[in-house]
């Protein structure tokens, strides 16, 4: 590899951009050169050949000089000794920086859709400090596809194919570069499935062959009632890729001649107004398909991409799509970002328009912000790239997109956070509707909410946009926290209480340290879904407290309840039926089970019938009357979700003698939330005078023995 290589690179660069400093660029390739010296691609080829050759994609889309170098050297951190600092030393922080982006997203290695995921997720953060590096991370891809058959091993060429396919070519129509996005796309498609890309590249071949003339035909006619007109354009056919075609085959579920009537034409046009002009001349002079236009002129994409979309019945009786636009609308949509994205040197930072351009990225950093896992995070990004588009606006006019289907939650989310979470209905076009209302192109929408009002999680299963399902799923993991929080901090306030201590959360930092807890909060929290004993950390902040801390149970079972029951079988193993829970004062029955020895149940048990046939399994059991009885009660309360609910709830168990084994958080509403309390008493009446307590607490809105 000689430098007329890279002799050719600057002059391609000097061709559309004369102020690029030659010299800098020639020892980018020189020092790539160096740096790579003995290694070689898969091919044979001397691996300096890739990032060359990944820098002329880049001056084929006229890119700045930073990104030209960045190319250049965008493997040998990852793969030489070089470091940042020589990188920012031989050139600039800036190219420093780019190359730093690009590296961390190739040494991410995919092996699962979780690892896909995390991949994503740390390309999307890496593009939202510089598009730069997706540019030319996408170009570093393309290069790698097309040499991707040097690749001996056909499961590796499937791994990147399949990878390329669900998350670089989405990520290339998104930022609107098409000929990045369908080059990916049919490569991968030839890796994927061969077979049906030969198929239908024959069947294209053939159609083509067959309609060269037709299109030639039609071409002329539409030229033709154009300039009577006076309008001058240029008109070409679009060809299809054999991949955007098989897609389309497998979404209509119909085969590729059905899809052969539509052919697909493209004008260019001097300026917006000529677009809407020829759009009025081909609707007056050819028969409208309905459903077909689409005004992106007025409503971009959000990659910026404008065109008059429509359908007519043309010259021949044929269907005709059609797509109009100006030269400059032409452009953004072949290069996309890189058209209109603009670089200052020393690092200028972007202007409105630029940052309004890049908002879906923003929105995916918020996503995986609040996203609770890295599948979770796929999902969100997967339905935002994919779906179909539909524009909103707010009462003052401001746009919304969002996509097809989408419903005023989602509208709500889009405008504000604290708008998703309070938002009790929506008006649509000024008529009140329901949340769960899908929205249409055009549609204005005014969100009302009230601050009462709380995210329901029956939203999810309607919400479409990840902003959407990521805050709802946050909303409700803070109020689970919370409601944890207050669990915790109530059970260790008793076990500090019947210690005789008081719960000083100054001193809890031998117990945060030991639990690896960041926060008091987060301590409360675990306790509360029993992941940490309150003993423990009794035990943690008062280490002297007691000769030796207790020995702690295996997690799902029981202090084992102190029994004084008549009739019992000598050196039988004896459990009480968690089905009926019996009290000291009930009536009891034994029954012998096989492999547990013998079970107490209350003479109603309905489990009881299925022994109905089975006399000598019974045993007659009574309570000791000598000596008391310590048995778990399980009782069934719901509180009003107001501070110092539970607190008080549990004092008055303390207060009646009663000792909590056991709570389980049942669920939540906006109001209310139910547990299941299981509670130490001595005798039916016990837990009876508990409940009557507990009754007449104002924090209490039921309370009853649990049926199971």
């Known amino acids: 590899m000689s430098m007329d290589s890279a002799t050719t690179l600057v002059s391609k660069i000097k061709g559309y951009n004369p102020d690029v400093n030659c010299g800098v660029v020639s020892s980018a390739y020189e020092f790539a050169r160096k740096a790579h010296h003995g ?14 050759q990944v820098a002329d994609i880049l001056a084929d889309m006229r890119l700045d000089q930073a990104s030209i170098i960045t190319a250049l050297l965008h493997d040998v951190v990852e793969d030489t000794g070089v470091t940042l600092d020589t990188i920012t030393d031989e050139f600039s922080d800036e190219v420093a920086r780019l190359v730093d982006g690009v590296t961390k997203l190739t040494r991410i290695e995919m092996q699962s859709d979780n690892k896909q995921a995390e991949n994503f997720r740390k390309l999307v953060l890496a593009m939202s400090e510089d598009i730069r590096v997706l540019i030319v991370k996408l170009a570093d891809r393309t290069h790698n596809m097309r ?9 590796k060429r499937e791994r990147i194919a399949q990878e390329t396919l669900s998350i670089f070519a989405p990520l290339a129509e998104r930022i609107g570069i098409s000929h990045f996005q369908h080059e990916l796309e049919d490569r991968a498609f030839a890796v994927i499935n061969p077979g049906a890309r030969s198929s239908i590249i024959s069947r294209i071949d053939n159609l083509t062959s067959a309609s060269e003339n037709t299109v030639r035909r039609i071409r002329g006619e539409l030229l033709k009632v154009l300039e009577e007109q006076g309008l001058e354009a240029e008109i070409s056919g679009r060809q299809k890729t054999p991949y955007s075609i098989w897609r389309k085959m497998q979404r209509q579920k119909v085969e590729m001649e059905d899809l052969a009537d539509i052919m697909a034409f493209r004008i260019v046009v001097e300026d917006e107004a000529e677009c809407y002009r020829a759009l ?3 609707h007056r002079n050819f028969k409208v398909v309905m459903g077909r236009f689409k005004d992106y002129i007025s409503t971009p994409k959000r990659n910026r991409y404008q065109s008059l979309h429509t359908g007519v019945i043309g010259p021949l009786k044929k269907k005709i799509e059609i797509q109009i636009r100006t030269p400059e609308m ?10 209109h994205w603009r670089y200052k040197e020393k690092g200028a930072p972007a202007q409105p328009e630029e940052k309004s351009q890049m908002k879906w990225l923003n929105d995916l950093v918020n996503i995986l912000e609040n996203a609770h896992s890295p599948d979770e995070f796929l999902e969100h990004t997967q339905m935002e790239m994919y779906a179909d588009q539909v524009f909103c606006f707010t009462p003052k006019g401001a746009l919304i997109a969002l996509p097809k289907d989408s419903t005023t939650v989602d509208f709500a989310y889009a405008v504000h956070t604290d708008v998703g979470n309070n938002c009790v209905a929506a008006k649509i076009n000024g ?11 055009g549609d204005q929408v005014e969100i009302m909410t009230s601050k009462s009002t709380q995210p329901n999680p029956e939203w999810e299963n309607f919400v479409k946009t990840g902003r959407a399902k990521s805050m709802i799923r946050r909303f409700i993991r803070q109020q689970k926290q919370q409601e944890f929080s207050r669990l915790g901090k109530a059970l260790l306030k008793k076990t500090f209480r019947e210690e005789k201590r008081q719960l000083d959360t100054s001193k809890l930092l031998p117990a945060l340290a030991h639990f690896n807890a960041s926060s008091d909060e987060e301590l409360f929290a675990r306790v509360g879904e029993n992941l940490i004993d309150p003993d423990d950390v009794f035990n943690q902040v008062f280490p002297n407290a007691k000769p030796q801390p207790k020995k702690k149970p295996a997690p799902s079972s029981r202090r084992k309840p102190s029994l004084n029951i008549k009739g019992l079988i000598p050196g039988m193993a004896v459990h009480i039926g968690k089905c009926c829970h019996p009290l000291p004062g009930e009536r009891i029955i034994g029954i012998i089970t096989t492999g547990k020895g013998l079970t107490v149940h209350r003479v109603d048990c309905q489990n009881l019938e299925k022994f109905n046939t089975m006399p000598e399994l019974w045993v007659d059991i009574e309570w000791g009357r000598d000596q008391p009885n310590i048995v778990t009660a399980r009782l069934e309360a719901v509180l009003t979700n107001r501070p110092g609910s539970l607190a008080s709830v549990t004092t008055q168990i303390s207060q009646n003698q009663g000792n909590i084994t056991n709570l389980q958080l049942v669920s939540r509403e906006e109001d209310f939330f139910k547990f299941f309390i299981e509670v130490e008493v001595n005798h039916v009446r016990h837990m009876t005078a508990i409940i009557a307590t507990l009754r007449a ?7 009853e023995r649990a049926k199971t």
């Open 39 to 52: 290694q070689l691609r898969a091919s044979g080829d001397p691996y300096i050949t890739h990032p060359l």
């Open 280 to 282: 009025g001349i081909l």
């Open 697 to 703: 607490n104002e924090a209490v809105e039921s309370v």
């Open 147 to 155: 040499t991707i058959d040097y690749i001996d091993s056909q499961e």
């Open 431 to 441: 008529k009140t509707r329901q949340l769960a209302t899908p929205l249409r192109n």
């Open 330 to 339: 032409h452009e953004i949509a072949e290069r996309g970002v890189a058209a």
